[in-house]
T-cell receptor, first 112, second 112 residues
Framework: EDKVVQSPLSLVVHEGDTVTLNCSYEVTNFRSLLWYKQEKKAPTFLFMLTSSGIEKKSGRLSSILDKKELFSILNITATQTGDSAIYLC????????????FGDGTTLTVKP | NAGVTQTPKFQVLKTGQSMTLQCAQDMNHEYMSWYRQDPGMGLRLIHY?????ITDQGEVPNGYNVSRSTTEDFPLRLLSAAPSQTSVYFC???WGPGSPLHFGNGTRLTVT
């Protein structure tokens, strides 16, 4: 059974702090790992990672994948209150196209 | 461009009632899926479809039916509602393997 574990489950920081969110996985025939941000409603896509060691970056957010150790991290620098959200990690496998397995998410709260 | 549209936004059912959650997308995506989100449990896959006429079960399919007669629509039917089905339901679509999910805004269902 495919498994995705995120840590921590929740995190409270102050504006300006840097945070690191973790996602580890145990799947067969890995295809890709995706990060999503969920504010009040629908999750929205952040990054897709398929290769080890290649950093994806968008503004203050960045992410990297380690396929040997089976994990990914999402970094947010200089956090702002608008970064408060649930961050979801999902993994796709080659053999079951159309299925994404999600972790339980990390709830990030950024205080002014 | 509407993206993924879910109706209704809110619904209250009594135990034993049936209903259909509607999902439509206008992006010509082949892949569509239904997830439920419970507090602290991330997104769990109910059913998914890789094209019109093709559906398959996800992690938590019991008590739900789906059909996919057109590329655009993917309704989710609750056969006999139970309190355990109280949740937020998200419909999602994507181009295919290795492409990110686009989510609807969710349906909040309460079963009393």
């Amino acid at each position: 059974e495919d498994k995705v574990v995120q840590s921590p489950l929740s995190l409270v920081v102050h504006e300006g702090d840097t945070v690191t969110l973790n996602c580890s996985y145990e799947v067969t025939n890995f295809r890709s790992l995706l990060w999503y941000k969920q504010e009040k409603k629908a999750p929205t896509f952040l990054f897709m990672l398929t290769s080890s060691g290649i950093e994806k970056k968008s503004g203050r957010l960045s992410s990297i994948l380690d396929k040997k150790e089976l994990f990914s991290i999402l970094n947010i620098t200089a956090t702002q209150t608008g970064d408060s959200a649930i961050y979801l990690c999902a993994v796709e496998v080659v053999t079951n196209a159309g299925k994404s397995t999600f972790g339980d998410g990390t709830t990030l709260t950024v205080k002014p | 461009n509407a993206g993924v549209t879910q109706t209704p936004k809110f619904q209250v059912l009594k135990t034993g009632q049936s209903m259909t959650l509607q999902c439509a997308q206008d992006m010509n995506h082949e892949y569509m899926s239904w997830y439920r989100q419970d507090p602290g449990m991330g997104l769990r896959l109910i059913h998914y479809s890789v094209g019109a006429g093709i559906t398959d079960q996800g992690e938590v399919p019991n008590g739900y039916n789906v059909s996919r007669s057109t590329t655009e629509d993917f309704p989710l039917r609750l056969l006999s509602a139970a309190p355990s089905q109280t949740s937020v339901y998200f419909c999602a679509s994507s181009w295919g393997p290795g492409s990110p999910l686009h989510f609807g805004n969710g349906t909040r269902l309460t079963v009393t």
